[in-house]
């Protein structure tokens, strides 16, 4: 390229004879290098990384919506059921299209105020097993997705998720267990319940703002809706 550029140069002063004028551009092109990487690397740059960003976070969310759809609604049905304290926070999890930026937010508050707790007497721990062992394979397919690096705390539900199916699965006979041991399973579960939820309020409030339709099932389906259905009425 500058033998090229040197060349071009040379041509335009055969036909020209022109030094005064060749200089004038040459200078001033040099000149607005600078501004030209400036725009490129700090302003052109940037926002193709936001754009890529962007896209990578749709990606993400699809992911987490298929992780939704098939596992992670039934088990926040499952563990909620459980929850002998829910109903002092299930009105507020009923969330509709009113709400605002703000509901949401107040509502992440209260959660994390919230005692999540677990009668472990009550869970069948047997369907519970052969419920995550049925869908081992689809979370170690979500979990080689690489779009994961983006969004920690979903990596960190789809690990308390693994770990609790782990448990189950190492041991032989689930119904004989010592109360120590029952009450170890119900901290594993606990862990993955509580990380379900904070999913589950971050997921829904993204499908607000962004797909109207899926928000709409979504809600008819909530796992914290005695009546849930996915009828429209």
């Known amino acids: 390229m500058i033998v090229l550029s040197i ?6 002063y055969a036909m020209f004879r022109d030094t005064h004028h060749i200089f004038i551009f040459m200078v001033g092109d040099i000149a607005f290098v600078p501004i030209e990487i400036l725009l490129v690397t700090l302003i052109i740059h940037r926002l193709l990384n936001e754009r890529e960003k962007r896209a990578r976070l749709e990606k993400l969310n699809m ?3 298929t992780f939704f759809s098939a596992v992670g609604t039934k088990l926040l049905t499952y563990f909620s059921d459980f929850d002998p304290g829910l109903d002092k926070i299930r009105n507020h999890l009923m969330v509709t299209n009113d709400w605002s930026e703000q509901e949401f937010l107040e509502v992440s508050q209260r959660l994390k105020n919230y005692d999540y707790k677990i009668d472990i007497q009550r869970v069948d721990l047997e369907e519970l097993r052969g419920f995550l062992m049925e869908k081992k394979d689809f979370l ?3 979990l080689e997705n690489p779009t994961l690096l983006e969004h920690e705390s979903f990596t960190e539900l789809l690990r308390a998720v693994f770990h609790l199916s782990d448990e189950l699965e ?3 006979d689930i119904s004989q267990l010592p109360d120590t041991d029952y009450q170890h399973l119900a901290n594993d579960i606990k862990r993955a319940y509580i990380k379900l939820v ?4 971050d997921y829904v409030k993204y499908l607000k703002g962004n797909y109207p339709y899926l928000f ?3 809600m008819r389906m909530n796992p914290f809706d005695l009546e849930a259905s996915p009828l429209v009425r």
Do not use: A, C, D, K
């Open 7 to 12: 060349i071009l140069y040379l041509i335009h």
């Open 63 to 65: 992911v987490i919506g």
């Open 140 to 142: 170690i397919r979500i």
């Open 170 to 172: 190492f041991r032989e």
């Open 198 to 201: 904070y999913e589950w309020i």
């Open 216 to 218: 709409s099932l979504t």
